[in-house]
């Protein structure tokens, strides 16, 4: 799963570096800086070795995201993207006691994003994430944190318009954590504002 992954993050950064080439022979290009906020929920795609029937394991969670993104094509974006996801939490029951475990990650990823269609757009990002582990054994309660790398993202979202700066839709995304191979799916409602935007003219290319 994981070199699949890879495989089309690279594919899909090859097809931006081609469909390039002809975005710059639109009659205008749009520059700007915006804003991109969402909330929503997660799911967690277990991948947990553990006898799912000997425990309690909570899958589903709200999350929320925000993404900084550079805009000096008509298509292509680059940005930032941040993010809040809990991954699982799990139960164990032993007599009286009630034994907990989660995970949750905070995602900082480089983003490449673009407009496949009039208000569709589609995005994969590559980073590092912060997990943050928290475990309740016996009344004794212990947390940990640590950095992983080489996490990807897939994400496809539409947008509309409510003025020219600012825009509401939903959005679609896939996260895998390289480190601990977790995956997460959510669905976000999302905010877009943009700080400012010009169009400049340019020729039509004669090839």
Sequence with gaps: MRKILHILFICFMAHVGTAQKTWNTRDSVARGVSITAGTGISHYINTLQIDSRRVGLRQNFSCSSIRFMWEPEHRLSLGIEAGHYQVYEVQLSEGKN?????????????????????????????????????????????????????????????????????????????????????????????????????????RESKN
């Design 98 to 202: 009630v034994n907990t475990a989660s995970l949750s990650v905070t995602p900082i990823l480089f983003c490449v994003q673009m407009r496949i269609f009039k208000r569709f757009y589609a995005s994969a990002a590559t980073g590092v994430s912060i997990h943050h582990a928290l475990a309740n054994a016996l009344g004794n309660q212990s947390e940990s944190s640590t950095m992983a790398f080489s996490n990807l993202q897939f994400a496809v979202g539409y947008i509309y318009p409510i003025s020219k700066k600012f825009g509401l839709g939903v959005e679609a995304k896939f996260l895998s954590e390289n480190k601990t191979e977790d995956m997460v799916f959510a669905v976000q409602a999302v905010a877009r504002y943009q700080f400012k935007r010009r169009f400049k003219r340019i």
